[in-house]
């Protein structure tokens, strides 16, 4: 039988992301991000107060992914949990971010000693569970992402795929409700790691 599999997001899963784009976009470009906002479209605002429009916000992204990805600090606990996780399942991170940027986003996990598969995805990550699913065969999996879009989206392509709803950031959380496409909404690792275990072995 083959291992089980976890398949983990990136940001505000494994790395902390939010805050830092947040201290980064008001030095480069003069705006503001709501940390307390719901979510993460209309977050970022001009100093009067003005969204920012969905088009600006995606090059701003961009930027940060080219240039500012040292600023990113490891969630407390994700390190320890992936090594333990490790020993019994095989781990996947499925980033959304572009190709452009996946030995950048290899090159800042090793930094942490985080060292698995890296795969950079743009849209919903429902299509690429089911084909890591197809290409694996693991005995059991597991889904781990901040946004709620994709425990949709794994739940529709992939269902029988276990999903947990982690928000690392704690402002974030408290102010974003748990996706009703998940089983389960944990934000902490200590508390995720039994509950990822038991759904792996």
Request: charged share 25%.
């Amino acid at each position: 039988m083959n291992r089980p599999l976890l398949i983990s997001d990136c940001d505000e899963v494994i790395l902390h992301f939010v805050t830092h784009f947040a201290d980064w976009v008001e030095e480069a470009a003069d705006l503001t991000f709501a940390l307390d906002a719901p979510g993460f479209a209309g977050a970022l605002r001009s100093r009067d107060g003005r969204v920012v429009p969905e088009e600006r916000v995606w090059p701003l992204l961009d930027l940060f992914f080219e240039g500012e990805m040292h600023r990113q600090n490891v969630v407390p606990g994700a390190a320890e949990a992936l090594v333990e996780i490790g020993r019994h399942a095989d781990i996947v991170i499925l980033t959304n971010i572009g190709d452009d940027y996946q030995a950048n986003r290899v090159a800042q996990l090793e930094a942490f000693d985080i060292r698995h598969r890296v795969l950079c995805n743009r849209g919903g990550k429902g299509r690429p569970v089911q084909e890591l699913i197809d290409e694996m065969q693991p005995s059991a999996t597991v889904f781990v992402d901040d946004l709620s879009v994709h425990h949709e989206s794994v739940a529709k392509h992939a269902p029988d795929v276990w999903r947990l709803h982690m928000i690392a950031e704690p402002r974030l959380a408290a102010t974003t409700p748990p996706a009703p496409h998940a089983h389960a909404r944990i934000d902490q690792w200590g508390e995720a790691l039994p509950w990822i275990l038991e759904r792996l072995t």
